[in-house]
């Protein structure tokens, strides 16, 4: 037990100390060694995302035993930045059958329609999101806004 706490104290001074590769390192180490720990998961998670290693990132989220609420959004946070566009909006569709109202999901949602060049379906997914509440002012100013850059790019 005490080598666990020592790998885990060395991987945070690691941190600390800009070491990041090394860190990510001792991380990995601590949990084979001791198996799902969720807050060492999710700073190894963190830390892998922060050096553009998203790939291995995506990887160890899928390995966690503590999915939180948010799981499948974070997921597809990783697949955008990967530029894994259709793998993304997988995931965001889950977050959105879990969480119906989850308002970052659909932002990134839309961001990756309009990535992908498709601004009619960014449009319509909108449209859904507005019907289904009104007074939604996220909704309504993205739908603004994507309306704005749209009729400016068609000039």
Known sequence: PKHDRRMLLKAVLLEQLGRINEAIKCYKTFIDVVGNDAAVEQQLVSLLFTQNRFKEASNQMKKMSD??????????????????????????????????????????????????????????????????????????????LLDKAHASTDQ
Do not use: G, M
């Open 67 to 144: 999915k939180q609420p948010t799981y499948f959004f974070d997921l597809a946070l990783l697949e955008f930045k990967a530029k894994n566009y259709e793998q993304a909006l997988t995931y965001l569709n889950q977050a959105l059958i879990r969480i119906p109202n989850f308002t970052r999901a659909k932002l990134l949602n839309v961001e990756i329609l309009v990535e992908q060049k498709k601004i009619d379906t960014a449009l319509s997914f909108l449209q859904s999101w507005i019907c289904q509440d009104p007074h939604d002012q996220t909704a309504l100013h993205t739908l603004l």
